[in-house]
């Protein structure tokens, strides 16, 4: 799709949510505090008037609040309006006056082990490649060969890994590619992943029929530290630059691009991008973060947890206990007691028991963690107290983050087809083998990482070869330690020995041959000298 033919704002997107319960489960529709007519009603980013029951109902989720949730410094435990710190009287030149006391806070950073294994899971195994083609010839199988050696020297699994951390972080990634042209003019392909976490905002307008328009907006700073609010839109043909310049007036109210939501902006410049689609891949999740499911859970044992920590306080450390009359204390700086001195007859000094933590306590706080891993299918590593475990075993027991994982695959399988599609039709023009690459139908698939026996599956690779259940082909694509030619190196290694082979065999050909040559040569020699004696002979 052509930017002068998108109808609509460039600039507008779908928000993120989630479903709230919205007074579903109250009887009073009254319209009184905390009714329906006390809260917006939020359905697909905008306010309408619906019934209750029609729909559910949505809190928009900024995506700046997935980065408050991923670092702990910015969790809802230390915001004072949330869990607030304590009121109290004290005593300040002789007055009384009301201060606040800071309660002991806890965060914890579940969101960044969730989306650290979530990942590893993910993306722990390179994207295996394949020509769909039924009979490919000897010609495209090394195009398919190059292909895989091009995709690694761009290291691309960079860019798929950068753009699944994205995801998983801020809700939606994008990876956008571009030719660096030198001063000889030869073209190189490039790529640079778009995020949220590098302050871009993106908006993927996706039509069926008229392909794709991706926009991104992003603020610069000058040298002045003066921000300017910058948007890069990709069609099929070419990538533009505006920037803003101002708020609307005459003229740009006469911009071409006043309609595409863009008023303010002024064109800097626009080119061709070289490639024959729009050369963006862009993935967006439905949830967000990929914690989102267990945010509650986590925002739940932080709470609990501090309210731990500031009852452990008062209760956690034995009490000292004195009675006397005349009782003189000495202690550090820190009004810790380190001796006692009274005289009296009944004085008494002693420690009172600390209290016994509660066991309900210790199981709402073990439900509440269970369930943290639990909601985002994380597992935490058992302990292992044998040697190496089978692959069914290791499989079960990882089993909620495999799944996962092979849920996640087939999300991301449109992404990694445009990033295959649009790489090699890059890679192709920069090399010089359009054709040649234009004859494969190459297809990315994501394998999901699992810790594994690597020898228990080189043994059934091997069985499988014996057996003829797998080809020698397919089970060298497969091989941990095989290169992506791994095939081809196998036929040459074959080659070379039944090469050395005939070249033995003409070896020893030649040496019986010239052993056989030497003994007819002597036994011709000897006949002669044979001969010669018996001709002196006669002659005598």
């Known amino acids: 799709m052509e930017l002068g033919k998108f109808k609509g704002n460039v600039l507008l997107r779908m928000p993120f949510k989630r479903i709230v319960p919205f007074n579903n489960y109250s009887a009073d529709f009254s319209g009184s505090s905390g009714s329906v007519s006390s809260y ?88 295996s490649f394949r020509d769909s083609n039924i009979s490919p010839s000897e010609v495209q199988k090394k195009m398919l060969i190059e292909f895989k050696q091009g995709w690694i020297d761009k290291n691309m699994e960079i860019a798929w890994y950068n753009c699944a951390k994205s995801e998983k972080i801020t809700g939606d990634a994008a990876c956008v590619f571009y030719y660096e ?98 050369p963006v891949a862009y993935k967006r999740s439905m949830i967000g973060a990929c914690w989102s499911m267990s945010q509650s859970n986590i925002d739940a044992y932080e709470m609990s947890v501090s309210q731990l920590m500031e009852n452990n306080k008062a209760f956690a450390f034995p009490i000292l206990f004195i009675r006397s009359e005349d009782a003189e204390i000495q202690g550090t700086a820190n009004g810790r007691p380190f001796a006692i001195h009274a005289t009296g007859e009944h004085d008494e000094a002693s420690l009172l028991t600390k209290a016994d933590a509660s066991e309900s306590f210790k199981l709402q706080l073990e439900t509440q963690l269970r369930n943290i891993f639990l909601g985002s299918f994380t597992v935490t590593p058992p302990e292992v107290k044998s ?3 089978p692959g069914v075993a ?61 020898a228990e599956l080189m043994n059934i690779l091997c069985q499988g070869v014996l057996a003829g259940t797998i080809s020698v082909e397919s089970a060298a694509a497969n091989v941990p330690y095989g290169e992506k030619d791994e095939f081809m190196r196998i036929l040459n290694q074959n080659r070379r020995e039944i090469i050395g082979s005939e070249n033995m065999a003409a070896d020893i050909k030649s040496g019986v041959e010239k052993e056989l040559s030497l003994k007819k040569e002597y036994e011709l020699n000897e006949s002669n000298m044979a001969q010669k004696i018996v001709a002196e002979n006669k002659n005598k």
């Open 181 to 278: 042209v030198d001063g000889n003019k030869k073209r190189t392909l490039r790529w640079r992943t778009l995020s949220y976490l590098d302050g871009d905002t993106l908006y993927c307008h996706d039509d069926p029929v008229r392909g794709r328009i991706f926009a991104r907006k992003y603020v610069m700073v000058n040298d002045q530290k003066e921000p300017t609010n910058c948007v890069e839109i990709w069609d099929d043909r070419r990538v533009y630059r505006f920037v803003q310049r101002g708020s609307k007036n005459k003229w740009f109210s006469k911009s071409p691009f006043k309609d595409i939501g863009l008023d303010g902006y002024e064109l800097e410049r626009s080119m061709e991008h070289g490639f024959s689609r729009c």
């Open 387 to 389: 040697g190496d475990l």
């Open 40 to 127: 917006p009603v939020v359905q697909d980013g905008q306010e309408m008037d619906m019934d209750i029951y029609e729909r559910p109902f949505s809190e928009l989720i900024p995506q700046s609040e997935f980065l408050r949730e991923f670092y702990p410094s910015g969790h809802k435990i230390n915001d004072t309006g949330y869990y607030p710190d304590k009121l109290t009287k004290v005593t300040v030149d002789g007055k009384e006056r009301w201060a606040f006391e800071k309660v002991s806070r806890c965060a914890f950073p579940f969101q960044y082990i969730i989306t650290i294994k979530q990942l590893i899971h993910l993306c722990g195994n390179p994207i």
């Open 394 to 454: 290791i499989k079960l027991i990882y089993s909620p983050a495999l799944e996962l994982a092979m849920s996640d695959a087939r999300e991301w399988d449109l992404f990694i087809d445009d990033m295959v599609d649009i790489f090699k039709e890059g890679y192709s023009k920069e090399v010089g083998h359009v054709s040649g690459f234009n004859s494969i139908n190459v297809k990315g698939q994501i394998t999901p990482y699992i810790h594994q026996n690597v």
